[in-house]
């Protein structure tokens, strides 16, 4: 597996206000998601972050609200935009290694109030 | 649109005894199944997968099953343990352009009662 690290572990916003999310890994890889984990929820696929081009999100999600970027195989960013008490939630990356087997960082634990 | 459901859940069940959770999916071309397991304010780890070309894999005390034909996967654990208790998720891919993205159930709340 790979060291994957996020950046901040949690915070607590104002609404109306962007926070960005960072996430690293320690080598390179191919594919990098962002996913949202409601209190108690399952996780949900907001996009994928492609290296050098936009993302690709999945329906219910767009781009000025969540904008990511990917500018190298190791690092990407997402920031919620604009945010909503709806917007508190726990924000993960994944990667994928080897044969596709994704794995998790830590989580972002975004509280909005 | 593609979906995943997973039953039960919830699951009690004592030191020892076996847990059972199953999985549905939607999409006839998934074709890798992994199974993820999430501690209390962890992170999901990945615990065991399968591919659509097997049916059946196991690692020690646990095992997955998948039936392509019935699109239904089980996650099999044995002689449990109390540090088993957790929140289980299943996944199934779906192809997203180039990418095989996941898509995950509901998840299974598994205690296990020492």
């Known amino acids: 597996s790979a060291v994957i690290s996020q950046k901040p572990s949690r915070d607590i916003c104002q609404r109306g206000t962007s926070l960005t999310i960072q996430c690293q890994v320690d080598?390179?890889?191919?594919?990098m998601f962002w996913y949202r984990q409601q209190p108690g929820q399952s996780l949900t696929l907001i996009a994928t972050?492609?290296?050098?081009?936009?993302?690709?999100?999945e329906s219910g999600f767009v781009i000025d609200k969540f904008p990511i970027s990917r500018p190298n195989l190791t690092f990407s960013t997402l920031t919620v935009s604009n945010m909503s008490p709806e917007d508190s939630s726990i924000y993960l990356c994944?990667?994928?290694?080897?044969?596709?087997?994704?794995?998790f960082g830590p989580g972002t634990r975004l509280t909005v109030t | 649109g593609e979906n995943v459901e997973q039953h039960p859940s919830t699951l009690s069940v004592q030191e020892g005894d076996s847990a059972v959770i199953k999985c549905t999916y939607s999409?006839?071309?998934?074709?890798?199944f992994p199974w993820y397991k999430q501690e209390l304010g962890k992170r999901p780890q990945l615990i065991i997968d399968?591919?659509?070309?097997?049916g059946e894999k196991k690692d020690q005390r646990i095992a997955v099953t998948l039936n392509k034909t019935a699109k239904h996967f089980s996650l099999h654990i044995t002689e449990t343990q109390p540090e088993d208790s957790a929140v289980y998720f299943c996944?199934?891919?779906?192809?997203?352009?180039?990418?095989?993205?996941?898509?995950f159930g509901t998840g299974t709340l598994l205690a296990v009662q020492p």
């Open positions: 994944s990667v994928t290694l080897g044969l596709g087997e994704q794995y």
């Open positions: 080598s390179q890889v191919t594919m």
């Open positions: 972050a492609n290296q050098g081009s936009e993302a690709t999100y």
């Open positions: 999409d006839s071309a998934s074709n890798y």
């Open positions: 399968i591919r659509s070309n097997v």
């Open positions: 996944a199934a891919s779906i192809r997203g352009g180039a990418t095989n993205k996941l898509i």
